[in-house]
């Protein structure tokens, strides 16, 4: 009878409290953009080892002769989109969806996934924000959109961006403090790599790939991320950084060990906007940023570990971008940029020291047209070079050079 009771006063009080939420409506804001890339892209057979940082075209192998590729790109765009804003008093919220395209075949058709879905309560001196937003860790300076026609802004080629994240975040003003779902990328290098590094011979003591015996792996503690923003007249400045780390688990004959592996990342970045020019740069260093799913378009950005001796070595990380650019009239702009990549590694348990290094350079030249309202078309020309594998004690091995010629097509609606 009690508990009758209870649930009767509970109804009563939620239909008391529906006129107040009828009156109180929330505001919807819909939104969508459609993003089409077209490109004409060509790799040259170094990049069989180098990576196609996106890319169709890849060098292959036809009976041990390795040959260059050229492929047309005609595809929806990954981060085409559909969405909504939404807000009631002092909550809110957004959510999108977006294309969940696998594989550079897979097609625009594949499926959808959550882009961003959080939450937001203002509470008077900041912003508590919940779900999935992009991270503290991100800064765009440039729009480079190609090969591949992914995310675009550089993503992959230096850009300070950690992805969309599930994350509890506060925002006061210019600071943002998050923490945000951990990654645990347990690979030593990136997957292209293997195919160069773990032939017999080559590196005998390095492992490269996940450990055979590896038991478990382990997420301890949240990713913590933090930035500032500011803005002084025409320049904007940015200052953030994020740590991961997560424990690996594995199996030493009869005996178990474990061991941490920790990333981190720092970056400092500005926009300057002087009449019709602007320029942006950003700057960044950081340790195993592969570890924590940060996107580069390197090789050796991941610890590398002994699986007998159990020594273990950090991989370096650098990044810098320079963007130029002239805002002819309302409705045309022009752009371009030099990037510069690099990840250093020392090789664990050689006597002497085998080091590894990777250093990409990438160069860009875009227009930016808008002929209407909501409407861009973008033409690109660049070119990655992926550069050298080089080590101490081998011959260098040729990444290969991607160059493109593409165009974004994007309405927003």
Same mark, same amino acid.
């Given at each position: ?18 006129? %107040? ?11 969508? &953009?459609?993003? *089409?890339?077209? +490109?004409?892209?060509? %790799?040259?057979?170094?990049?069989? *080892? ?87 860790? $991100?800064?765009?300076? +440039? ?32 600071? &943002? ?7 645990? &990328? ?42 500032? +923003? ?28 474990? $061991?941490?592996?920790? +990333? ?19 700057? &960044? ?33 650098? %990044? ?92 927003? *609606?």
């Amino acid at each position: 009878m009690k508990k009758l009771c209870v649930l009767f006063v509970a109804l009563v009080m939620v239909f008391a409290a529906m006129p %107040a939420f009828a009156q109180d409506k929330a505001d919807w804001a819909f939104y969508g &953009q459609a993003r *089409f890339w077209t +490109s004409w892209e060509s %790799a040259d057979e170094g990049t069989f *080892f180098g990576g196609s940082a996106g890319s169709r075209a890849r060098g292959w192998n036809a009976g041990g002769v390795l040959q260059d590729d050229s492929e047309l790109d005609w595809k929806l765009q990954t981060n085409s989109r559909l969405g909504a804003k939404v807000k009631w008093g002092n909550v809110g919220g957004t959510a999108e969806f977006g294309n969940a395209q696998t594989g550079a075949d897979a097609g625009a058709d594949f499926g959808v996934t959550w882009r961003l879905m959080y939450g937001t309560w203002n509470f008077g001196p900041g912003t508590l924000v919940v779900g999935k937003d992009y991270t503290p860790y $991100f800064f765009i300076v +440039s729009g480079m959109c190609g090969p591949g026609g992914g995310e675009c802004n550089g993503i992959g080629q230096g850009t300070v961006y950690h992805g969309r994240r599930a994350q509890i975040k506060l925002v006061m003003d210019g600071f &943002q403090f998050a923490l945000v779902q951990p990654n645990s &990328q347990t690979r030593a290098v990136d997957t292209d790599a293997t195919v160069i590094l773990t032939p017999p011979g080559v590196l005998p003591t390095m492992t490269f790939a996940d450990f055979a015996n590896v038991d478990d792996v382990d997420q301890t503690l949240p990713g913590i991320e933090a930035s500032y +923003s500011a803005n002084l007249g025409p320049v904007g400045l940015y200052l953030g950084g994020f740590y991961n780390t997560f424990k690996q688990e594995f199996n030493v004959g009869t005996a178990t060990t474990d $061991f941490s592996i920790k +990333s981190w990342a720092l970056a400092i970045g500005a926009k300057t906007a002087f009449g019709p020019i602007y320029a942006n740069g950003s700057f &960044q260093y950081g340790s195993n940023v592969g570890n924590a799913g940060m996107p580069t378009n390197l090789l050796i950005t991941r610890m590398a570990k002994d699986g007998v001796t159990l020594a273990e070595e950090d991989a370096e990380y650098m %990044a810098a971008q320079l963007i130029l650019g002239f805002k002819a009239t309302d409705s045309l702009s022009f752009e371009g940029g030099v990037i510069w990549q690099k990840g250093d590694l020392d090789v664990p348990s050689t006597v002497p020291t085998i080091n590894l290094e990777q250093t990409m350079w990438a160069y860009y030249i875009q227009a930016v047209w808008s002929p209407a309202k909501n409407v861009f078309i973008v033409p690109e020309l660049g070119i990655i070079d992926n550069g050298d594998l080089q080590t101490t004690t081998l011959s260098d091995i040729d990444l290969g050079k991607i160059t493109w010629f593409g165009i974004k097509w994007q309405i927003n *609606f």
